[in-house]
């Protein structure tokens, strides 16, 4: 093999995605917005680029976009209080150069928080129904859209990242020790970044597919069964819940991935996540 990649965010997922990439036989260009992470990328074996949308020049993004396929893995940012017109205009600039360059298959790496809580079990086609309730889930929706349109001159694949765990990513020292928090019986929605790993490398090795998936633990604890865990595993105080009745929540149905790929997930459940 020798197909090229671009990795446009060699962060949590970018960075390991391109070392089991290059591991395969692939040569990978990565970005990174940070200056001192480009001598990392580099001792990784990938090609190294400085990229800051919508600031960084059209000939620097025309050399990073020189490949055969590319991996869109920047999330917007929750603490911008503008997310939704900044990461619309970094996504619609990208968008414009992909169109001209010869990249042939995307990948993007959304979220499943473009669902609204539903209460239900949520499948691809839910998007539909409801705007989602963040401003990141908004953008993420309409980012979407645009890449996946009919038009393009590329083959777009969306992965639905679920809550995402491993690595050195671990939600619960975010709630440990917290008391009085709500939705205690809410199932957790989460994915191991060994799974994350697994199914864009699956994409990337097989035929393209101009699709949606959700990619998620098959199982679903609540967030007190889980937070309660994962904090006990990792020696920190669990956090405590109210017992009152969540107002809103969703389980996302992974099946459809699965299906096409046959793929089983080594993490299942995210109690095995430690």
């Known amino acids: 093999m020798n197909k090229s990649v671009s990795i446009i965010g060699c962060g949590w997922l970018g960075l390991p995605l391109a070392e089991k990439l290059i591991a395969e036989g692939y040569t990978v260009k990565g970005s ?4 001192s992470k480009l001598p ?12 800051d949308l919508p600031e960084t020049p059209l000939a620097t993004l025309a050399d990073f976009l020189d490949s055969e396929l590319l991996v869109v893995n920047i999330p917007p940012g929750r603490r ?12 619609r600039y990208l968008y ?4 001209k360059s010869g990249i042939k298959r995307v990948i993007f790496v959304s979220s499943t928080s473009v669902y609204a809580p539903l209460g239900r079990l949520v499948t691809e086609a839910y998007t539909a129904l409801n705007t989602p309730d963040t401003a990141s ?7 979407e859209q645009l890449w996946l349109q009919n038009d393009n001159p590329f083959t777009t694949t969306i992965l639905r990242m ?20 709500p939705n205690a019986d809410a199932p957790v929605n989460l994915v191991h970044l060994h799974d994350c790993l697994a199914a864009v490398t699956l994409v990337l090795n097989n035929p ?25 595993k990792l020696g920190l105080e669990p956090p405590q819940f109210l017992s009152t009745k969540s107002a809103g929540f969703n389980i996302i149905d992974n ?20």
């Open 255 to 274: 099946s459809l991935f699965k299906s096409d790929y046959h793929y089983h997930y080594r993490y299942p459940s995210p109690m095995l996540f430690y």
């Open 137 to 143: 889930g908004r953008v993420l929706r309409k980012v």
């Open 162 to 181: 679920a809550g995402l765990v491993g690595g050195n990513r671990h939600p619960v020292k975010y709630l440990a020790g917290k008391t009085n928090l």
């Open 40 to 51: 990392l990328l580099e001792t990784a074996g990938i090609t190294p680029f400085l990229i």
């Open 80 to 91: 911008n209080p503008d997310v939704e017109k900044h990461h619309s205009a970094q996504m």
């Open 208 to 232: 393209p597919r101009s699709t949606v998936y959700n990619i998620c633990a098959d199982e679903h604890p609540t967030r007190q069964q889980f937070y309660t865990f994962a904090a006990r």
């Open 32 to 35: 990174t917005t940070t200056p």
């Open 96 to 99: 414009e150069v992909v169109r």
